[in-house]
């Protein structure tokens, strides 16, 4: 719980409880399923792009915020997007492609 205290001493005979404000709050995280959890590129070959989409579903109705991270340098397949950061609005689905 929060409190919010204002002081006012230049409000003569005025108790300080009365500018006392209490905040309940809570953080809520809404939950963003990834329709397509995996995917399968198939056979890959050299000097070829590949491109899958990806399916991101905000069930809820508070907005959602995504970022796609990217891979930890060392490994061979390196995966990219163009829209890597965004906002997926409540009650909506948003589509973006991936690269290989």
Request: net charge negative; proline share 7%.
């Amino acid at each position: 719980m929060l409190v919010l205290v204002a002081n006012f001493d230049a409000l003569p005979n005025v108790n300080e409880t009365l500018f006392n404000a209490y905040f309940l709050d809570r953080c809520v995280v809404p939950p963003i399923t990834v329709s397509t959890p995996i995917l399968d590129y198939g056979r890959c070959f050299l000097h070829h792009p590949y491109e899958l989409p990806v399916h991101l579903l905000n069930e809820s109705d508070l907005p959602a915020k995504y970022e796609l991270l990217s891979q930890v340098h060392g490994h061979l397949l390196i995966f990219f997007a163009l829209r890597g950061i965004g906002v997926v609005y409540g009650l909506h689905q948003i589509v973006f492609n991936m690269w290989y």
